[in-house]
Structures are given as structure tokens and as C-alpha cells.
């Protein structure tokens, strides 16, 4: 069992930058994020292989988010520049237990989910 939790959530206006941890209690296979606004399903935004070689993102954020990890420290990190205030959401990070698709966007694919950190991006 891996448990995950997340830290770096905050009130920001739109145009900044928040940097999002997720630090986890072993060494996950690989890490994803999601995030839910009010009213809507959860969505895909970033996973990394633990190799941290491989990253995949959804298109939404794709060139202002950055996913990374530091193994040594079981810590996921989401980088989240240029914020929008359709970005604001509860962020989750999220751990499968095997190996899965890099590229999958589904949220059935992880087993272990942290308790979520809230964005919130003003106009």
C-alpha cells in the first residue's frame, strides 16, 4: 500500500505559477496527476514513467505544465506555468500499483490516490 500526499495548492491570479509535490510513502512504477472542477469528471493531466524519461500530458496543458520526480525523495512534482482560470481544480496525484501505458489518460488505471490540493485561479 502507497500512501500519497499532495502540498502546493493555492489562490493565484491568472498568468502565474504554482508548483504542486506529491510525496509518497515507497517507490511508485510510475505517477500521474488528475484534476476535477466542480461538476465534471476527473481529467488527465500528466503522468511520468519512473524513469522520469518518459512523460505524457493532456493537450490543455501541454507546454505550460511540467511533470517531473526525484526518486531519492519518492516526490512527484507538477509545474504548472501560465495559469488560466479554467485550470482551477482539485488536484490529485495518483500511483498505479504495476506498470502501466505512459499514455493512458484513464483514471481506472491507478490504485493509490492522495487526498487532492485545491487551485484555484482567479481572472
Known amino acids: 500500500q502507497v500512501q500519497l500526499v499532495e502540498s502546493g495548492g493555492g489562490l493565484v491570479q491568472a498568468g502565474a505559477s504554482l508548483r504542486l509535490s506529491c510525496a509518497a510513502s515507497g517507490s511508485t512504477f510510475s505517477s500521474g496527476w488528475f484534476r476535477q472542477a466542480p461538476g465534471k469528471e476527473r481529467e488527465f493531466v500528466a503522468s511520468?514513467?519512473?524513469?522520469?524519461?518518459?512523460?505524457n500530458y493532456a493537450d490543455s496543458v501541454r507546454g505550460r505544465f511540467t511533470i517531473s520526480r526525484d526518486n531519492a525523495k519518492n516526490t512527484v512534482y507538477l509545474q504548472m506555468n501560465s495559469l488560466k482560470p479554467e485550470d482551477t481544480a482539485v488536484y490529485y496525484c495518483a500511483a498505479p500499483r504495476g506498470i502501466i501505458d505512459i499514455t493512458s489518460w484513464s483514471p481506472n488505471d491507478y490504485d493509490y490516490w492522495g487526498q487532492g490540493t485545491q487551485v484555484t485561479v482567479s481572472s
Open positions: 511520468i514513467k519512473w524513469s522520469g524519461l518518459r512523460t
